[in-house]
């Protein structure tokens, strides 16, 4: 018999109500499984929810919320024999999106209880997981930025408001960057490290990104400035970003960024600054996914 748990966020963007609540957990029932839910309290709680379950011998973890709920929940999770699984609630929902999780967590639910396990890596910013990406510049400077009311109320729209006078006025920093340890790169405005593809919802930026690979896929954008900016969004959108000879793009298993003050941020929330080592976690995690979906972000079979 499998037990789990459903770790929720009762202020998420789209929150479960007293009637989805008892549909989803109905769902996960019918099914053969024992499952308990619970309503997160404070920032960093699924964290210690996640851990005590693991740690209880709980099979799988559910988790309804953003991606940053997600990232909570990994953190309790990485290196455990416990199961994370998603039903979407927050702004962006990339991992669900990613693994072709349904958008109703009625169905979702569904297909978790049908899923296969995968073993996916993970990355780490200073002994921080993280599923998704880690950023270090622009885009760190632009998540502080953006409060909970307006990624309610408008959702990824909001990240594009946040980024527009912050893009126009980030200088790129004179830095330290060695990638797995070669020779340092010394300017850097943006850099994305990415365990997944898609960035935001909104454009796949470390666009060959495997999650099982134990590796991260590193974009890093040297200059900034209208132009610049301009030319690498087309080249984004017209898919021939790997182009440009502004954006180093390469694979690595270590980034370490020497100099101190640069912003980060870990799956779309703050990580405080540099400096930092980034580095991949090889399969760290396991995961339930929707069977039978034909993602390029995994090579490996499932468990």
């Known amino acids: 018999m499998t037990t789990a748990l459903l770790i929720r966020n009762p202020v998420a963007r789209h929150r479960l109500d007293d009637l989805a609540l008892t549909a989803v957990l109905d769902v996960a029932r019918n099914a053969g499984w024992t499952i308990d839910d619970v309503a997160t309290e404070r920032e960093g709680h699924a964290t210690a929810l996640a851990r005590d379950a693991a740690q209880r011998g709980v099979d799988v973890v559910v988790v309804h919320g953003g991606d940053g709920m997600l990232?909570?929940?990994a953190n309790g999770l990485a290196g455990t024999a416990a199961a994370l699984a998603v039903l979407r609630g927050g702004t962006a929902n990339i991992w669900a999106k990613e693994t072709r999780t349904p958008k109703d967590p009625i169905a979702a639910m569904r297909a978790i209880t049908r899923g296969v396990t995968?073993?996916?890596?993970?990355?780490?910013?200073?002994?921080?997981?993280?599923?998704?990406?880690?950023?270090a510049g622009l885009d760190a400077k632009i998540v502080p930025r953006v409060g909970p009311r307006s990624k309610r109320w408008l959702g990824p729209v909001s990240?594009?408001?946040?980024?527009?006078?912050?893009?126009?006025?980030?200088?790129?920093?004179?830095c330290d960057v060695r990638i797995?340890?070669?020779?340092?790169?010394?300017?850097?405005?943006?850099?994305?490290?990415?365990?997944?593809?898609?960035?935001?919802?909104?454009?796949e930026i470390t666009h060959t990104a495997i999650a099982d690979?134990?590796?991260?896929?590193?974009?890093?954008?040297?200059?900034?400035?209208?132009?610049?900016?301009?030319a690498d969004g087309v080249r984004l959108l017209r898919k021939r970003h790997p182009r440009s000879p502004n954006v180093r793009y390469t694979r690595a298993r270590s980034v370490d960024i020497a100099t101190p003050g640069i912003p980060l941020q870990v799956d779309g929330e703050p990580?405080?600054?540099?400096?930092?080592?980034?580095?991949?976690?090889?399969?760290?995690l396991r995961v339930i996914v929707p069977a039978g979906v034909a993602s390029p972000l995994f090579r490996r079979p499932p468990e």
């Open 71 to 73: 990232n909570e929940a």
């Open 118 to 135: 995968r073993l996916i890596d993970l990355g780490r910013a200073n002994g921080r997981f993280f599923v998704l990406m880690c950023g």
């Open 159 to 174: 990240y594009i408001i946040a980024g527009v006078t912050t893009a126009l006025t980030t200088r790129p920093w004179t």
């Open 180 to 203: 797995d340890g070669a020779e340092p790169e010394r300017s850097l405005y943006w850099m994305v490290a990415g365990n997944t593809r898609s960035y935001g919802g909104i454009a």
């Open 213 to 230: 690979d134990g590796e991260l896929e590193i974009a890093l954008m040297r200059r900034g400035g209208p132009l610049r900016l301009l």
């Open 271 to 284: 990580a405080g600054e540099t400096p930092v080592r980034i580095e991949a976690a090889p399969l760290a």
